[in-house]
């Protein structure tokens, strides 16, 4: 029997972990991360999920505590996206929230408070091989596998890790949620950034930015000419890759290749310019160990995209087949090259792909 902290979102997936944990045995506490102090109308942030929370500890009869992180979740989450817009890089918030806070700040704690690992009811598994070395795979149910947003975790983080509800299907995660009547069991997944309040889109977004930043607005180019093709009104909203809200009028499609917030200016091309070169990556970190320059890997460039052939380079990733849309600031995550099942570790997109060589 472990001492096992889990960390209850308020979400249908954290409530079975926490339900699966204590039916396998384990000494049981829950834990909410209070992590955003202003307004939140959806994700993990907002009061309504911190009641949840509380009411699906009481209904499993396990402590209940919430953890006040908003600090730290100002600079190592918001700040951080803020000044990712302002450089015209591409932020992942809910990656960088689980590096720095639910495996960092949270294990922390969590070992400070005496415990052996911390559970989330993320769609993923840690496997262990014969070695006993753990090693971060895919969830069991393809369409929610969420190992791309853990793939920045590395070694220590996953000895202490428990995933339960990687085995199941998330049918079988609400049905489990039924049947032990919690009360988040028909609740719906979130899918918006948790600080963002209003809704998912570019308006909120902006919203929330301009509350923090000044924008500006920009002058779009055609990168072959440098003809200027038309405005947007916010340089910083503008990402590598998009395609839509250009306001620009010309023949055949054109996608962002580059966004210069200090020149006010959004570089567009056609589609394969997305697709050139090799693809730099910065704050790389392994799951296991170092790969090695050479290895043949699959990419992933968002939570639930496709996977693509790669090399490994000393830099970065060279891609072997079509990989586009990968703007500066995402997070790649690299897999095996077998079977795409493992996770062997992660990078942040420094630089377009477009003309790095």
């Given at each position: 029997?472990?001492?096992?902290?889990v960390a209850l979102?308020?979400?249908?997936?954290?409530?079975?972990?926490?339900?699966?944990?204590?039916?396998?045995?384990?000494?049981?506490?829950?834990?909410?991360?209070?992590?955003?102090?202003?307004?939140?109308?959806?994700?993990?942030?907002?009061v309504s999920d911190?009641?949840?929370?509380?009411?699906?500890?009481?209904?499993?009869?396990?402590?209940?505590?919430?953890?006040?992180?908003?600090?730290?979740?100002?600079?190592?989450?918001?700040?951080?996206?803020?000044?990712?817009?302002?450089?015209?890089?591409?932020?992942?918030?809910?990656?960088?929230?689980?590096?720095?806070?639910?495996?960092?700040?949270?294990?922390?704690?969590?070992?400070?408070?005496?415990?052996?690992?911390?559970?989330?009811?993320?769609?993923?598994?840690?496997?262990?091989?014969?070695?006993?070395?753990?090693?971060?795979?895919?969830?069991?149910?393809?369409?929610?596998?969420?190992?791309?947003?853990?793939?920045?975790?590395?070694?220590?983080?996953?000895?202490?890790?428990?995933?339960?509800?990687?085995?199941?299907?998330?049918?079988?995660?609400?049905?489990?949620?039924?049947?032990?009547?919690?009360?988040?069991?028909?609740?719906?997944?979130?899918?918006?950034?948790?600080?963002?309040?209003?809704?998912?889109?570019?308006?909120?977004?902006?919203?929330?930015?301009?509350?923090?930043?000044?924008?500006?607005?920009?002058?779009?180019?055609?990168?072959?000419?440098?003809?200027?093709?038309?405005?947007?009104?916010?340089?910083?909203?503008?990402?590598?890759?998009?395609?839509?809200?250009?306001?620009?009028?010309?023949?055949?499609?054109?996608?962002?290749?580059?966004?210069?917030?200090?020149?006010?200016?959004?570089v567009v091309g056609?589609?394969?310019?997305?697709?050139?070169?090799?693809?730099?990556?910065?704050?790389?970190?392994?799951?296991?160990?170092?790969?090695?320059?050479?290895?043949?890997?699959?990419?992933?460039?968002?939570?639930?995209?496709?996977?693509?052939?790669?090399?490994?380079?000393?830099?970065?990733?060279?891609?072997?087949?079509?990989?586009?849309?990968?703007?500066?600031?995402?997070?790649?995550?690299?897999?095996?090259?077998?079977?795409?099942?493992?996770?062997?570790?992660?990078?942040?997109?420094?630089?377009?792909?477009?003309?790095?060589?």
């Amino acid at each position: 029997m472990a001492r096992v902290l889990v960390a209850l979102s308020g979400g249908v997936d954290s409530s079975v972990a926490a339900a699966l944990a204590l039916e396998a045995g384990h000494d049981v506490v829950g834990a909410t991360m209070k992590l955003w102090g202003g307004r939140s109308d959806s994700g993990c942030c907002s009061v309504s999920d911190v009641e949840d929370a509380r009411r699906v500890a009481n209904r499993l009869g396990i402590d209940h505590h919430v953890f006040n992180f908003t600090e730290e979740f100002d600079r190592h989450v918001v700040e951080p996206y803020v000044r990712a817009h302002a450089s015209g890089a591409t932020p992942n918030p809910c990656i960088e929230c689980n590096r720095h806070l639910k495996f960092d700040s949270l294990l922390e704690r969590a070992g400070r408070l005496g415990f052996d690992l911390v559970a989330t009811g993320h769609h993923a598994r840690v496997r262990r091989d014969a070695s006993g070395t753990p090693r971060l795979r895919r969830g069991l149910d393809a369409r929610k596998d969420q190992s791309y947003v853990l793939s920045c975790l590395t070694p220590p983080a996953l000895e202490r890790l428990f995933l339960p509800v990687g085995e199941l299907t998330k049918a079988e995660v609400r049905s489990l949620a039924t049947t032990l009547r919690l009360p988040t069991a028909a609740k719906a997944d979130s899918q918006d950034v948790c600080f963002v309040a209003g809704g998912a889109g570019a308006a909120a977004r902006r919203r929330f930015l301009e509350s923090r930043m000044e924008l500006h607005p920009g002058v779009v180019v055609e990168a072959r000419t440098g003809a200027a093709l038309g405005e947007v009104a916010a340089v910083e909203l503008v990402t590598v890759g998009q395609r839509r809200g250009l306001n620009v009028a010309v023949d055949g499609r054109r996608f962002v290749l580059e966004v210069d917030v200090a020149a006010r200016r959004v570089v567009v091309g056609p589609e394969q310019a997305l697709c050139e070169g090799e693809l730099p990556l910065e704050h790389r970190s392994w799951t296991v160990a170092p790969v090695d320059p050479g290895t043949r890997v699959l990419v992933q460039v968002s939570a639930h995209g496709g996977l693509a052939p790669a090399e490994t380079t000393i830099g970065g990733v060279r891609p072997l087949g079509p990989l586009r849309s990968v703007a500066p600031g995402q997070t790649v995550a690299l897999y095996d090259g077998e079977t795409g099942e493992e996770v062997l570790g992660a990078g942040v997109a420094s630089l377009p792909m477009r003309g790095a060589a």
